[in-house]
């Protein structure tokens, strides 16, 4: 049977099926289509025909083309979208006329005139294309700083507009309107819904970002009540600090793995900044004594830029995240989340298919693969040996298994490696070194350090228990460093 191509099928459905007919659509014109985060996101909205049109591409050449290449089409009796049919767009596209608005901003135009044109020709817009808008203005030359300075009026222009929010709206709807399923049906096939259905999954690092905007709308909400009477605000300042956990955990989790995986770079290159300037702006005011009128200035407008990224995160930058981002992936992201502190009260979740999936670690060839990273036994043996440290490792069986090399003032021969440790101290300090070990060992103490002075330096020495995932003890780690650099610093 040959290959079939239903016109009446979504492009992200035909594509899917068949990858070769991304190189044949691109080949007439559809260049759009060869990047994956469109495909996964408008083009789960659009057909082919509707494609052709918006391009001006005759669907009688893109029918004989996929005959060319062996495809059967099918559905192509369909009325066909035409360029003449579709609202008049720059370029037709709607890339191209979203550029337009944000231009227009650009040049210092109301909000509300823009908008106004906005709404009477578009009836929605998804997340991804407002972020594609951006992101071709910023490939087309438009300089960094003043797509920055624009996006929260960028957000503000399509507040209600994005297909985001549309599906929150419905979904607070359903229990009192069951008539709506298939409007709510229709709207699922849109990549939206899957940050909506991801947001339900208890623990899910979407459900968690979210569960923190709401944490900070409501310190937000508050902050805007003391600013106007101009109450204590103080402590307020500093709970709403913490959203630089928050902040740490996009620009650590999200912003990177979007640009590097999928080729999006507009929020590392324009929300990143944006909440670096926040998170400085905070900690300014913070520190600040003098709360003049112009503090006050600055805290409303540091407060509504807070908000104004509570609302590019939900309907912008997580639907991109949940649109692209694996099962695998989010897993990852869940695990690696843990290493950050509480933020804003908001206490971690167990997502419990994270949990019982055991992470599968790629395999290198001729390296050491820990669940850190990967490196070869030259890479680690030199990062090691670089180190400021004489380090020292001592098995569970109390034997030296491993001294780092260089100069060290305690001197270590390589020959005492396994051997017992207690065969390299002197018998009057025996005793002291197996009650060291027999603590850290017990569990009675995770670490012994001490200061001591050695060739006239300051020298701080550790002992500390090694233990695996599990808590069982596998050795203890001795580690010595020279402070003479810190006695310097501090005599300054």
């Known amino acids: 049977m040959g290959k079939k191509i239903d016109l009446s099928r979504t492009?992200?459905?035909?594509?899917?099926?068949?990858?070769?007919?991304?190189?044949?659509?691109?080949?007439?014109?559809?260049?759009d289509i060869k990047k994956k985060f469109l495909r996964n996101s408008v083009?789960?909205?659009?057909?082919?025909?509707?494609?052709?049109?918006?391009?001006?591409?005759?669907?009688?050449?893109?029918?004989d083309a996929l005959e060319q290449q062996g495809f059967e089409v099918v559905g192509a009796g369909k009325p066909v979208m035409s360029a003449e049919t579709l609202r008049p767009v720059a370029e037709n596209m709607r890339t191209e006329q979203l550029k337009g608005y944000l231009r227009r901003l650009g040049t210092g135009e109301s909000l509300e005139a823009v908008r106004k044109d906005f709404a009477n020709e578009f009836g929605d817009v998804e997340a991804s294309e407002i972020m594609q808008a951006e992101q071709e203005l910023l490939a087309e030359g438009t300089p960094l700083h003043e797509v920055q300075q624009l996006c929260d009026i960028h957000s503000a222009l399509f507040h209600g507009a994005t297909r985001e929010e549309r599906m929150a709206n419905v979904e607070q709807e359903v229990a009192a309107s069951v008539s709506r399923h298939d409007e709510i049906h229709a709207m699922a096939q849109a990549n939206t819904q899957r940050a909506v259905d991801l947001s339900h999954i208890d623990g899910h690092p979407i459900q968690t970002f979210l569960r923190e905007n709401a944490a900070l709308e409501a310190l937000l909400k508050q902050a805007f009540e003391v600013l106007e009477?101009?109450?204590?605000?103080?402590?307020?300042?500093?709970?709403?600090?913490?959203l630089s956990i928050h902040y740490a955990k996009k620009g650590d989790l999200l912003y990177p793995h979007l640009k590097v995986r999928y080729d999006i770079s507009g929020p590392s290159?324009?929300?990143?900044?944006?909440?670096?300037?926040?998170?400085?702006?905070?900690?300014?005011?913070?520190?600040?004594?003098?709360?003049?009128?112009?503090?006050?200035?600055?805290?409303?407008?540091v407060l509504?830029?807070?908000?104004?990224?509570?609302?590019?995160?939900?309907?912008?930058?997580?639907?991109?995240?949940?649109?692209?981002?694996?099962?695998?992936?989010?897993?990852?992201?869940?695990?690696?989340?843990?290493?950050y502190a509480v933020c804003l009260g908001?206490?971690?979740?167990?997502?419990?298919?994270?949990?019982?999936?055991?992470?599968?670690?790629?395999?290198?060839?001729?390296?050491?693969?820990?669940?850190?990273?990967?490196?070869?036994l030259g890479q680690l043996t030199a990062m090691l040996n670089t180190l400021p440290l004489e380090i020292?490792?001592?098995?569970?069986?109390?034997?030296?298994?491993?001294?780092?090399?260089?100069?060290?003032?305690?001197?270590?021969?390589?020959?005492?490696?396994?051997?017992?440790?207690?065969?390299?101290?002197?018998?009057?300090?025996?005793?002291?070194?197996?009650?060291?070990?027999?603590?850290?060992?017990?569990?009675?103490?995770?670490?012994?350090?001490?200061?001591?002075?050695?060739?006239?330096?300051?020298?701080?020495?550790?002992?500390?228990?090694?233990?695996?995932?599990?808590?069982?003890?596998?050795?203890?780690v001795e580690v010595v460093q020279d402070m003479e650099f810190a006695k310097k610093h501090f005599q300054r």
Not at 442 to 462: A, D, F, I, L, T
Request: aromatic share 8%.
């Open 11 to 31: 492009v992200y459905d035909l594509t899917t099926q068949y990858p070769e007919l991304i190189e044949v659509l691109a080949g007439l014109g559809l260049t």
């Open 43 to 63: 083009g789960k909205l659009i057909t082919i025909p509707k494609g052709a049109g918006m391009h001006g591409i005759e669907m009688k050449a893109v029918i």
């Open 229 to 242: 009477t101009r109450g204590d605000m103080t402590e307020l300042l500093l709970r709403i600090r913490e």
């Open 269 to 301: 290159q324009v929300m990143w900044t944006i909440d670096d300037e926040i998170r400085n702006e905070l900690g300014i005011l913070t520190r600040k004594g003098e709360h003049d009128e112009l503090w006050w200035g600055r805290v409303g407008a």
């Open 304 to 339: 509504n830029r807070a908000k104004e990224m509570i609302y590019k995160e939900n309907n912008i930058l997580l639907p991109l995240c949940a649109a692209n981002f694996t099962e695998t992936e989010w897993q990852l992201i869940y695990r690696d989340s843990k290493d």
């Open 346 to 376: 908001v206490e971690h979740r167990i997502w419990s298919q994270a949990e019982s999936k055991e992470t599968v670690r790629t395999q290198h060839e001729g390296e050491i693969v820990m669940p850190g990273g990967h490196l070869t």
């Open 392 to 476: 020292t490792f001592v098995d569970a069986d109390n034997f030296n298994r491993y001294f780092n090399e260089g100069s060290k003032i305690f001197k270590r021969p390589f020959m005492a490696i396994d051997r017992e440790v207690f065969s390299c101290h002197p018998p009057k300090i025996e005793p002291m070194v197996r009650s060291i070990i027999e603590d850290l060992r017990s569990g009675k103490r995770s670490q012994v350090p001490m200061w001591v002075e050695k060739c006239g330096h300051p020298m701080y020495v550790n002992y500390m228990a090694v233990r695996d995932g599990e808590g069982n003890y596998v050795g203890t």
